[in-house]
């Protein structure tokens, strides 16, 4: 039995819920608790899934939404290994378990990426073989053929999940194949590594100016309840972000930005144009083409943490 269309359009958005405390690794001596995979249900339609810092330091936010003939994964994590991260069990619980609410004949399921960078694909051989699934490949040509775009990355594109009709549009410049994915559901604005509140890597100053230009005259024109990007990476202390590889983020800030921010992004990148080097703001870290010198010191800080680390472990 196929039950009825739900509608993903009257209502838009949704009342969902960000109130949770994300977990952001442990010391060592309590780290084993943690689950790989943290999930949080934002609405019973809306899942933001987390890959735990005990896993791999990066653990980015992956985010599932469901439509009436279709989910889509966006992201797959950095690890690979399903024993220490299984994300497609997780994700086939929460597929089963959404069927069993509404069920279908058939359900699709696209795994697809906010970019193209290791730490956001590493799990994406779980999928291989997996019944009615297209995983899309992280080739900004591959993801420009399969969203449909003709004029990448100025345009805006269509996916419909099944009446939940998402807008994406590509956002260059941190990575060649990055998108930003608008769901009128939720509200969120997914903008996955482009804006979030910790280190903004930048390889293409120029594309990423123009598209956080298009991002902010996009989010002008649609209700935002929620910019999400992959990582949290700033400390609560404004201007102030945490070692690179830190397994434990105590005090961390939420991973919701809001238009404000994002604007504030786009304005922070458009004051230091030409100047490259580290730009220091207080919710996010601006790495403009970042120098050889610039990326040592970050590496260095990042090694300090962990000879720290494994001192008071030992």
């Given at each position: ?290 120098r050889r010198r610039d990326l040592y010191k970050l590496v260095a800080r990042g090694l300090g943490y962990r000879i720290r680390t494994f001192l008071l472990r030992s």
């Open positions: 039995m196929t039950e009825r269309p739900i509608d993903f359009v009257t209502a838009a958005p949704t009342a969902g819920s960000l109130d949770v405390t994300w977990i952001h690794g442990a010391p060592s001596r309590r780290r084993a608790r943690d689950p790989k995979i943290q999930v949080h249900f934002y609405e019973e339609h809306t899942v933001i899934l987390r890959q735990s810092k005990s896993v791999h330091y990066e653990a980015p936010f992956i985010y599932l939404l469901f439509g009436n003939d279709r989910a889509l994964l966006l992201d797959t994590g950095a690890t690979a290994d399903p024993g220490l991260f299984p994300l497609r069990a997780t994700v086939e619980g929460l597929i089963a378990d959404w069927l069993g609410r509404h069920p279908r004949e058939r359900y699709d399921l696209v795994v697809a990426h906010t970019h193209g960078h290791g730490d956001h694909v590493a799990g994406d051989a779980q999928f291989a073989g997996r019944p009615d699934t297209t995983v899309v490949s992280r080739e900004p040509e591959a993801v420009a053929q399969f969203f449909g775009f003709t004029r990448w990355p100025d345009q805006v594109v269509t996916l419909d999940l099944g009446g939940r009709v998402l807008e994406v549009t590509g956002s260059p410049g941190h990575q060649r194949a990055a998108v930003t994915i608008y769901d009128p559901w939720s509200g969120f604005l997914l903008t996955g590594d482009t804006v979030l509140p910790g280190r903004l890597y930048v390889e293409d100053f120029p594309l990423f100016l123009a598209s956080l230009d298009g991002m902010v005259k996009l989010a002008g024109s649609r209700t935002i309840t929620h910019v999400l990007g992959c990582h949290v990476e700033m400390t609560s202390q404004p201007g102030r972000d945490y070692p690179i590889g830190a397994t434990y983020q105590p005090g961390e800030r939420a991973p919701e930005m809001t238009t404000s921010q994002l604007t504030a992004v786009r304005d922070a990148a458009a004051s230091v144009a030409g100047h490259r080097g580290v730009h220091t703001f207080d919710d996010f870290i601006i790495y403009n083409e970042p």
